[in-house]
C-alpha cells in the first residue's frame, strides 16, 4: 500500500468513526478498555500452562480473557490482534454455537412487521416500503446490500500487512474472511444496519449472540472501512449488539438473556408501521375476521393523541442519548416516554451527529414550534421518501407563513420561493465534536432551530 493509500485509507476510517459513532457509550472507550486488560492479562499468564491458552499455528496463539468470556489470537505482539466471542477454530470454520437458557420470559405483544398491513393498507405500505425507517435493518441476503463481494473493491487491508479481511459470497451467503498470518475465519453477515444514507454496519450471530462485525460499508465512497470506534489492526468479532442499540433500528426482538442473547426467530427487523401505532396483531385478527367493519378497531391513530404524545413517538429514536428505564421495546404510543426513557444531558445540545442529533429538543426552540401546534408530522409524512424533496418542505412552511414575509423575498424574489430550508434550516455540524479533526468527525444533518441564521449570509 502507498504512504497516499494509507493516509486516504486512515482518512477514511476516521470520517467512518465520525458518522457511525455509535451511543448510548462510546465505543472507543469500551473497546480501548477491555483490549488493554487483556493484553495486561495475558502478559501475566502467558508463560503459565492454563486451559485458557493454546496455540493455533506457529506463530499464533490464542489466549481467554476469563472475566470477558471472549478469546484473543495474537503473535504475542498486542498491537495486532483478533477478538472473538468464541475460541478461534484452527480450520478456519465458523463455529455455531450454542443456545444459552432461556431465563427472559418476555414474550412479543402482538408485532407483525410492515408486509401484514399491506393486506388492507396497500398504498400506504407501498410508499412506505421505500423509507429509511423501513430499509434500516433487514436480513443479509445476497445483493440485499451495499459494497462489493469481488474485484479489488472486496477487500480491507490493515496497516499490518499479515491482518486483511476479503468479502465475498460463499454458496449464497455473504461473508466477511478475516485473514491472520496462516490463520483465517469466514464469518457470516447475518443482519444489517442502516438505510446506507451514510453506512451499513452488519451483525452476526454465534449460536443466539448477536454481535457486531468488524467491517463496515461508507457509502460516500462506496468502501468498506473498519467500523466506528474500532481499531485498524485490532479486528474486534467481540463487540455484544444489546437490545437499546436494536431498539432504535428495528421493530422487535424478544431477548432470552443479558445483555446479547435472543430468540433469533422473534426479530422483526426494519422500523415497522407498529412502533408508531402500536402492535398490530389484534387489530390485523379484528378486522380480518370483520371484514365488512369500516371503523378500524384496536389500533392507535395518533392524530388522536394529544401533541406531546405525537411527538414522543418520534422521540423514542430522535431525542438523542437516553438510559433505557424499561424493558427495550415496551415503549407504546400514548404512553409517557419519561417512563421508559432518561434522556442523557450532553445531547440536549445542536450536537448534529447520526447518533447524538436531537430535532424535539432543537424543534421546541424555535418560534414556529413555540406559537403553534406544529409536530414532527406537520413536514415529514412517515408513510413517504421525502428524502432531499426540498420543495416538499417548502410548502410545510407555507401552511403558516407567507413568502412575502421572508425578510429577503423583496430582494431575492422568486429565487426564495422552492427553498426556505437552506436559510432557515441550515446544515449543522456536530457541536459535541470540535477540536482536531472536526470537520472529519463530524456529519451535516439539519439544525432543527427554525430561525434567522445570521452567520448563513
Ligand atoms: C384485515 C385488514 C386489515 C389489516 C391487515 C390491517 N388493517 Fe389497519 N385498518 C383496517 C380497517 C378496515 C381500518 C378502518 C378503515 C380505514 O381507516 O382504512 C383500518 C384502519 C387503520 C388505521 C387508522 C386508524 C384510525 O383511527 O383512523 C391505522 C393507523 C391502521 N389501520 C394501521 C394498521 C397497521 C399498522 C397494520 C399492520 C400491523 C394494519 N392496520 C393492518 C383493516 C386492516
Ligand atoms: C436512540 C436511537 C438510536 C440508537 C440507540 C442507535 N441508533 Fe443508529 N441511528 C439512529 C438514527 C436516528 C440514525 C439516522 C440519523 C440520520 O438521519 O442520518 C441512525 C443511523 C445509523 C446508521 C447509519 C444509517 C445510514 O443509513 O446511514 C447505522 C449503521 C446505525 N445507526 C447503527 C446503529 C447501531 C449498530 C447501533 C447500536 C450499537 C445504533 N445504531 C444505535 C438511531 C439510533
Ligand atoms: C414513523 C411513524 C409512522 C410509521 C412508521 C407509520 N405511520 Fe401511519 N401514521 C403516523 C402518524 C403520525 C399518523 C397520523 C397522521 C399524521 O400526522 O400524518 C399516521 C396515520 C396513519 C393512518 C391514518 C391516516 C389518516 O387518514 O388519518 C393509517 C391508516 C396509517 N398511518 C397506516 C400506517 C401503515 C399501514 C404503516 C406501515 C406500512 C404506517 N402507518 C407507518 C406515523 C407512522
Ligand atoms: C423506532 C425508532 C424510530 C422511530 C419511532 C422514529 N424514527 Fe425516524 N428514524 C429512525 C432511524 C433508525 C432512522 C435512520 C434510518 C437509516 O437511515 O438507517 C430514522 C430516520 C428518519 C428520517 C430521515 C429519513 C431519510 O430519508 O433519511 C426522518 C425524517 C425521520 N426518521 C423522522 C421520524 C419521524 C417524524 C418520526 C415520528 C413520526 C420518527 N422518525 C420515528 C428511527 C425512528
Ligand atoms: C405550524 C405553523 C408553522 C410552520 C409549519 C412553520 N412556521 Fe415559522 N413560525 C410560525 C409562527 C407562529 C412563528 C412566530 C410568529 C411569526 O413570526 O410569524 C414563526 C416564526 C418563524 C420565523 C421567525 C423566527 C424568529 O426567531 O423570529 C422564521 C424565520 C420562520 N418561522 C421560518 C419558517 C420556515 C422556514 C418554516 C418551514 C421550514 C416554518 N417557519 C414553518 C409558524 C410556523
Ligand atoms: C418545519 C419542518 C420540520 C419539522 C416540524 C420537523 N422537521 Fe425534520 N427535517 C426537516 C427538513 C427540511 C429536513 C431535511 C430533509 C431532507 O433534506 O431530506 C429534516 C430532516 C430530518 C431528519 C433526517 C436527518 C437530518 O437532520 O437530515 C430527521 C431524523 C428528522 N428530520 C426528524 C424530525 C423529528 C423527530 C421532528 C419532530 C421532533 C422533525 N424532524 C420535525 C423539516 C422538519
Ligand atoms: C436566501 C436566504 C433565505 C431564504 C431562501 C428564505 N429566507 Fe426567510 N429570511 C431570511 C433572512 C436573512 C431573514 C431576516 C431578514 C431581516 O431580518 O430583515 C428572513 C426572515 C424570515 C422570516 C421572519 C420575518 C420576521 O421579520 O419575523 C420569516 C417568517 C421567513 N424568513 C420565512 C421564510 C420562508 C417561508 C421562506 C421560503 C418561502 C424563506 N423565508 C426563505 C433569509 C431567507
Known amino acids: ?23 448510548p457509550e462510546s465505543p472507543d472507550a469500551e473497546i480501548a478498555r477491555n483490549l488493554a486488560r487483556k493484553a495486561n492479562l495475558a502478559e501475566s499468564t502467558r ?31 498486542y498491537s495486532t490482534l483478533v477478538d472473538l466471542p468464541f475460541p478461534p477454530p484452527r480450520d478456519g470454520v465458523f463455529p455455531i454455537g450454542e443456545s444459552v437458557d432461556d431465563t427472559d420470559q418476555r414474550s412479543n405483544p402482538g408485532y407483525l412487521g410492515a408486509d401484514v398491513c399491506a393486506e388492507c393498507h396497500r398504498d400506504r405500505h407501498k410508499g412506505f416500503v421505500e423509507t429509511a425507517h423501513h430499509l434500516t435493518s433487514g436480513r443479509v441476503v445476497p445483493g440485499g ?23 465475498s459470497n460463499l454458496e449464497d451467503r ?20 442502516g438505510s446506507a444514507k451514510s453506512g451499513q454496519t452488519m451483525l452476526y450471530w454465534h449460536g443466539d449472540g448477536l454481535y457486531q462485525t468488524h467491517v463496515s460499508y461508507l457509502t460516500k465512497v462506496d468502501s468498506w472501512i473498519k467500523s466506528p470506534g474500532y481499531d485498524d489492526t485490532v479486528a474486534v468479532y467481540s463487540r455484544v449488539i444489546r437490545d437499546s442499540c436494536l431498539e432504535c433500528h428495528i421493530t422487535f426482538i424478544k431477548r432470552k ?45 395518533p392524530s388522536d393523541l394529544t401533541r406531546q404524545q405525537q411527538l414522543e413517538i418520534c422521540a423514542q429514536c430522535h431525542s ?4 433505557l428505564l424499561s424493558d427495550a421495546f415496551s415503549f407504546v404510543p400514548g404512553q409517557k416516554l419519561s417512563d421508559h426513557h432518561k434522556a442523557i444531558e450532553s445531547s440536549a445540545s445542536g450536537a448534529s ?27 415529514h409524512n412517515p408513510h413517504e421518501n421525502q428524502r432531499g424533496n426540498t420543495k416538499v418542505f417548502t410548502q410545510a412552511c407555507i401552511q403558516c407563513h407567507q413568502v412575502e414575509h421572508c425578510g429577503m423575498s423583496a ?43 445570521k452567520e448563513e449570509l
Open 1 to 23: 500500500m502507498s504512504g497516499k493509500n494509507i493516509f486516504l485509507g486512515l482518512l477514511l476510517v476516521a470520517i467512518v468513526a465520525a458518522i457511525l459513532t455509535l451511543r
Open 47 to 77: 508463560n503459565i500452562e492454563s486451559p485458557g491458552i493454546f496455540r493455533i499455528s506457529d506463530s499464533l496463539i490464542a489466549e481467554r480473557d476469563a472475566v470477558g468470556d471472549t478469546w484473543m489470537l495474537s503473535q504475542g505482539n
Open 145 to 167: 446490500i451495499h459494497g462489493h463481494f469481488d474485484g479489488p473493491g472486496s477487500g480491507l487491508a490493515t496497516s499490518d500487512a499479515a491482518l486483511s479481511f476479503k468479502m
Open 174 to 193: 455473504l461473508v466477511q474472511t478475516v485473514s491472520y498470518d496462516d490463520w483465517h475465519l469466514d464469518i457470516p453477515m447475518d443482519v444489517f444496519t
Open 257 to 301: 438473556q443479558a445483555p446479547n442473547f435472543y430468540h433469533r426467530d422473534s426479530a422483526v427487523l426494519g422500523i415497522s408501521c407498529e412502533r408508531c401505532h402500536g402492535p398490530g396483531e389484534t387489530h390485523v385478527q379484528y378486522h380480518r375476521k370483520f371484514p365488512e367493519e369500516k371503523t378500524s378497531k384496536h389500533i392507535i391513530q
Open 320 to 323: 438523542g442519548s437516553f438510559k
Open 353 to 379: 451527529g447520526v447518533h447524538t442529533s436531537n430535532q424535539l429538543t432543537r424543534i421546541s426552540m424555535s418560534e414556529c414550534f413555540q406559537q403553534s401546534e406544529m409536530t414532527c408530522t406537520t413536514c
Open 411 to 453: 430582494e431575492l424574489g422568486n429565487k426564495i420561493v422552492d427553498d426556505c430550508i437552506r436559510c432557515h434550516m441550515p446544515l449543522a455540524k456536530n457541536a459535541d465534536m470540535q477540536g482536531a479533526g472536526a470537520d472529519l468527525l463530524s456529519v451535516e444533518m439539519v439544525d432543527h432551530y427554525i430561525r434567522v441564521v
